[in-house]
């Protein structure tokens, strides 16, 4: 599923912010031809990623907003503290589908074993009905 898609020049820069959590991935396309790269073109990337509260850019904020130092710092504080509540619900959202997960297997492995051991009784009643008629043929019982 793509979520975000877009073409730039010979240089571009964008923000994200995801509201799903999980894994993402980054794919990158270069629109020239692979002849020109191995006739001695170049072709740099920079790929710098920010995660969480260090996306922000606090100076230019401040300037933006005409915070005072104590402003700015308490926006920080809060940003932080909204980075530590998304982290706690991403934990109890793993910690929930590792429970589930677990459940599971636990359930399985019981009937599992269920199903093991009605094979081994039955096994053992047609063994035992089997010998039976084995030694009454041969009249030994």
Request: charged letters at 25%.
């Amino acid at each position: 599923q793509v979520v975000l898609s877009r073409q730039y020049g010979s240089e571009g820069r964008f923000t994200f912010t995801s509201h799903t959590p999980g894994e993402h991935q980054i794919c990158l396309h270069s629109n020239s031809t692979r002849m020109a790269l191995f006739a001695g073109g170049n072709l740099r990337v920079h790929l710098d990623i920010q995660v969480g509260e260090h996306t922000n850019n606090y100076p230019e904020i401040a300037a933006k907003d005409k915070l005072t130092e104590l402003q700015l710092r308490a926006r920080q504080l809060l940003d932080q503290v909204e980075q530590i509540q998304k982290e706690q619900n991403y934990q109890r959202y793993r910690e929930e589908r590792f429970r589930m997960t677990s459940e599971s297997t636990n359930q399985r492995v019981l009937w599992w074993s269920i199903a093991q051991t009605i094979i081994l009784i039955l096994t053992g009643i047609w063994q035992m009905r089997h010998l039976k008629s084995f030694f009454e043929a041969k009249k030994l019982v």
